[in-house]
C-alpha cells in the first residue's frame, strides 16, 4: 500500500506534465525573478522561502515574473492555516489552505503548484483581456461560411451561410444564421430523371466552450434550424416543382482560430424533424416513385469573423 507522500508526488507530477514545459525566458526589464517577488511569514512551519521559489519556478516554467507582481505567504489562527497573496497593484487575492501535507517536501509542493497557476491566470488575463472580460453588452461580429454537406437534400450539396454572433461571455455565445444549399442532379431509383432541390433557411444556436490555446477557442453548440425546400424535375414526363417545410435540430463543434482573420471551422449534424418525400410518377414502369428525406445529415462549413 502507498504511502500518502509516494500519491502525493506522483499526483502533483501529472499535474505538471498537464502544464506542459515551458522554455526559461530571457529577463525583460519590467520583470523579477519569482524569488524576489515572494515574501513568506517567519511564523509559517516548514516553509522556506527559497525551496517555495524553486517549486513555483519549476511549475510556472519560467524563473520571471512581472516586477508589479507580489507573493505573500503567511499564517493565521490557533492551527496556523497557511495563505497565499497575488497582489498586481491595488488587486489582491488570496487563498487560504487548511489542511496542507504533513511531509515538508509534499506541503512545498502543493503550496508552489497553487501559487504557480495563480500567476498564471493573471498572466493570461493581462495578456488577452478580451477572454476574460466582463461586461453586460455582448461582443458582436459576422461570419460568413462556405460549407459542403451530405444527405442535408438528396447526395451532396453546396452552401453557404452568414451569421451574426453575440458573445455574452468568453466561454458563451449565441448566432443567428442565414444559410442555403443546393443540389444538382439527384435521381430517383432507377427513373431516367433528374431533379434539383433548393434549400434556403435560418437557424439559431447557442455554443459553450473555451480557449484550448490563446489563439484557438473550440466550442460545442446546439440549436434550431427552419426552412423551405423547393425541388423542381428535369427530363421527367410531366416535370414538376414542389416545396416543403424543413425543420431540424441542429448540433456540432466549432473551432475558431484568431490569426490575425477570425477563422472558423464547423463539423455539424443535422436531425431531420419534419420527414418529407420527393416523388415522380415515372411513366417508363407506370409507377410512382419515391425517396424520402434523411434522418440525420452531416455538414462541414469553413470561413471567416469579422467584429463589429
Not at 489582491?92 to 498564471?120: K, M, N, Q, T, W
Request: glycine share 8%; aromatic share 6%.
Amino acid at each position: 500500500m502507498r504511502s500518502r507522500s509516494s500519491v502525493a508526488r506522483w499526483s502533483l507530477l501529472g499535474a505538471w506534465l498537464l502544464l506542459g514545459s515551458r522554455a526559461y525566458s530571457q529577463p525583460q526589464p519590467d520583470q523579477q525573478t519569482v524569488l524576489d517577488a515572494m515574501s513568506v511569514a517567519e511564523d509559517v512551519p516548514c516553509i522556506s522561502r527559497e525551496r517555495l521559489a524553486a517549486h513555483v519556478k519549476m511549475w510556472l516554467g519560467a524563473p520571471h515574473v512581472p516586477a508589479s507582481l507580489c507573493i505573500r505567504v503567511g499564517a493565521e489562527g490557533p492551527a496556523r492555516t497557511v495563505w497565499f497573496e497575488i497582489q498586481r497593484g491595488d488587486s489582491a487575492r488570496r487563498r487560504h489552505f487548511d489542511l496542507l501535507p504533513a511531509s515538508c517536501d509534499d506541503a512545498h509542493a502543493v503550496l508552489g503548484l497553487a501559487i504557480a497557476l495563480a500567476i498564471d491566470a493573471a498572466r493570461l488575463t493581462d495578456s488577452y483581456p478580451a477572454l476574460t472580460a466582463n461586461s453586460s453588452a455582448p461582443r458582436l461580429s459576422m461570419s460568413a461560411q462556405a460549407s459542403v454537406a451530405y444527405e442535408l437534400l438528396p447526395g451532396t450539396s453546396l452552401g453557404g451561410q452568414i451569421g451574426l454572433t453575440a458573445d455574452w461571455t468568453s466561454w458563451l455565445s449565441l448566432h443567428v444564421d442565414v444559410l442555403s444549399h443546393i443540389t444538382r442532379d439527384a435521381r430517383l431509383l432507377e427513373s431516367r430523371g433528374r431533379f434539383d432541390a433548393l434549400l434556403v433557411g435560418g437557424a439559431l444556436r447557442a455554443c459553450a466552450g473555451g480557449w484550448a490555446q490563446p489563439a484557438l477557442h473550440l466550442a460545442v453548440c446546439a440549436g434550431l434550424a427552419a426552412g423551405g425546400i423547393h425541388a423542381w424535375g428535369r427530363g421527367l414526363a410531366p416535370s414538376r416543382a414542389d416545396s416543403a417545410l424543413w425543420l431540424a435540430a441542429r448540433s456540432g463543434l466549432r473551432a475558431r482560430l484568431d490569426a490575425g482573420i477570425g477563422l472558423l471551422l464547423d463539423l455539424e449534424v443535422f436531425t431531420n424533424l419534419s420527414p418529407y418525400s420527393y416523388e415522380v410518377d415515372a411513366s417508363e414502369s407506370s409507377r410512382r416513385l419515391t425517396r424520402r428525406s434523411a434522418d440525420a445529415a452531416l455538414m462541414l462549413s469553413v470561413g471567416a469573423v469579422f467584429g463589429l
